[in-house]
């Protein structure tokens, strides 16, 4: 870990990237009117396979993983407890009051675009509201510490210091990765951690920042299903996911509609 060589992409790969994760934000603003009570998160997943795939594109997450236990729908859908990488099911018919993370991850013309949003289904209840609202602020204080020469400690600082002023905690099991033709590749970007600490970000870097904000307890455990992840203490968690790249003087976000 850290070990692994940070590839720099070239301005054609960045105009790819950014082709790729604008499909990926316009798919999540395709869904969203699906994200009302009584819908099953099936049915969303159903949605955008179709849709992906009438734009030329395909499901990163479908297969992806281990082998012997490939993730097996064509996104994630984590519902109120559920941390990340909840899996479509058609028993799981969405409630008012319920927040839904959608993750969505097509590949086009061989890059991934990946982006995430957490949903309010119905009304939700004060807590939910600060949460997701407070989460959605952390990414984009984690973005507002990227430019050439922070460092990726700069990143997790900011995301952990909001969160925390607010009561909530910060998964640890789970960090923002870079993303190219690999789905998931170096660095690691932890959301946590102290300014002025990690590797020095350079232009070119691409990678996701995806804090996992708790209401409770940081920790996290996995289902039987092997991908799962709920918080340990069975309070809400939230997300918000943006595919961003280092530039000469900045960054810039690569998972907008355009
Ligand atoms: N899109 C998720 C991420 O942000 C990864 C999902 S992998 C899957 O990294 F296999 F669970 F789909
Ligand atoms: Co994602
Ligand atoms: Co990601």
């Given at each position: 870990m850290g070990s692994e060589r940070i590839t720099l992409l070239s301005s054609r790969e960045i105009d790819k990237m950014r082709r790729a994760g604008s499909l990926a934000a316009k798919l999540l603003d395709h869904l969203e009117p699906m994200v009302k009570p009584g819908v099953s998160t099936l049915e969303i997943n159903d949605e955008a396979e179709k849709w992906t795939q009438a734009h030329g594109a395909v499901s990163a997450p479908l297969g992806y993983g281990p082998k012997n236990n490939p993730f097996?729908?064509?996104?994630?859908?984590?519902?109120?407890?559920?941390?990340?990488h909840g899996i479509p099911n058609a028993k799981q018919i969405l409630q008012s009051g319920d927040i839904i993370n959608i993750d969505v991850t097509p590949i086009l013309d061989g890059y991934h675009g990946d982006t995430s949003r957490t949903f309010f289904v119905g009304t939700p209840s004060p807590t939910a509201k600060k949460l997701v609202e407070v989460t959605?602020?952390?990414?984009?204080?984690?973005?507002?510490?990227?430019?050439?020469?922070?460092?990726i400690g700069d990143i997790g600082a900011a995301i952990q210091e909001y969160a925390e002023a607010n009561g909530f905690s910060v998964v640890r099991d789970f960090v923002g990765h870079g993303v190219s033709h690999i789905f998931h590749t170096a660095p690691q970007i932890p959301h946590y951690g102290r300014a002025g600490?990690?590797?020095?970000?350079?232009?070119?870097?691409?990678?996701?920042?995806?804090p996992?904000?708790?209401?409770?307890?940081?920790?996290?455990?996995?289902?039987?299903?092997?991908?799962?992840?709920?918080?340990?203490?069975?309070?809400?968690?939230?997300q918000f996911e943006h595919t961003i790249a280092v530039t000469k003087d900045g960054v810039q976000i690569l998972t907008l509609p355009d």
């Open positions: 097996p729908k064509s996104l994630c859908t984590s519902v109120n407890e559920v941390v990340c959605k602020e952390c990414l984009h204080r984690g973005i507002a510490a990227v430019k050439p020469g922070n460092r600490k990690g590797k020095k970000l350079k232009p070119g870097m691409v990678f996701t920042i995806e996992m904000i708790n209401e409770g307890t940081w920790e996290a455990v996995i289902l039987e299903d092997g991908w799962t992840a709920i918080t340990k203490d069975g309070k809400l968690s939230a």
